[in-house]
């Protein structure tokens, strides 16, 4: 079955440091990977996509890296910011399955504390 | 923003009435889909659309229905609403080979 797990379900960290999320998947083979973010009352917002030939990419002090072999992605967050508090959500894209045959995790709530 | 609302954002009823929602998209869109997000779950997919009058079931589509009669919107009907589909219901746009944009949901009650 295709999965996509998440973890931790939750993480607390003060403002200014760095953190990691997690996000294992059984999906496979698959077309592309993506992260978003869902701030409270709003719907995910698209953070990366990586190909499954793709190791790494960065968008600002959001970084993903996807290693395909162990199928791991994580999610770096540098200097974590108050704005950064929101749930984080894995997706990963079956190869055969179109935009209609998304996996979604069931997301990392991240909180920043000042 | 993607151009994509969805209405009502907030909404409560009665077990056994139906409830339409409605997604409108200004992007001319091909794709368009219905979620559900639950707590512990990740977002389902209801129904989606791949044109004008043509749609497909998702994972969790008993109870509800979709009609989609222009490019611009997508509704989604609960036939005869009941307490487990109480649950926030996120529509979804896509151009080919690019990434969904969601809108912001709407938060169903159903008491």
């Known amino acids: 079955k295709n999965q996509v797990e998440q973890s931790p379900q939750s993480l607390i960290i003060l403002e200014g440091k760095n953190c990691t999320l997690q996000?294992?998947?059984?999906?496979?083979?698959?077309?592309?990977l993506r992260w978003y973010k869902q701030d409270t009352g709003r719907g995910p917002v698209s953070l990366t996509i990586?190909?499954?030939?793709?190791n790494t990419k960065s968008n600002g002090r959001y970084t993903a890296t996807l290693d395909a072999d162990t199928k791991q992605s994580s999610l770096h967050i540098t200097a974590s910011q108050l704005s950064d508090s929101a749930s984080y959500i894995c997706?990963?894209?079956?190869?055969?399955?179109?935009?209609?045959?998304?996996?979604f995790g069931a997301g990392t709530r991240l909180a920043v504390h000042p | 923003d993607a151009g994509i609302t969805q209405s009502p954002r907030h909404k409560v009823t009665e077990t056994g009435t139906p409830v339409t929602l409605r997604c409108h998209q200004t992007?001319?869109?091909?794709?368009m889909y219905w979620y559900r997000q639950d707590p512990g779950h990740g977002l389902r997919l209801i129904h989606y659309?791949?044109?004008?009058?043509?749609?497909d079931k998702g994972e969790v589509s008993d109870g509800y229905s979709v009609s989609r009669s222009k490019t611009e919107d997508f509704l989604l009907t609960l036939e005869s609403a009941t307490s487990s589909q109480t649950s926030v219901y996120f529509c979804?746009?896509?151009?080919?080979?690019?990434?969904?944009?969601f809108g912001d949901g709407t938060r169903l009650s159903i008491l």
């Open positions: 990586m190909t499954f030939s793709e």
């Open positions: 659309s791949y044109g004008v009058k043509d749609t």
């Open positions: 997706v990963v894209s079956p190869f055969s399955g179109g935009y209609n045959k998304l996996i």
């Open positions: 996000c294992n998947y059984t999906v496979s083979p698959f077309s592309n």
């Open positions: 992007e001319n869109h091909r794709y």
């Open positions: 979804a746009i896509a151009a080919a080979d690019q990434p969904q944009h």
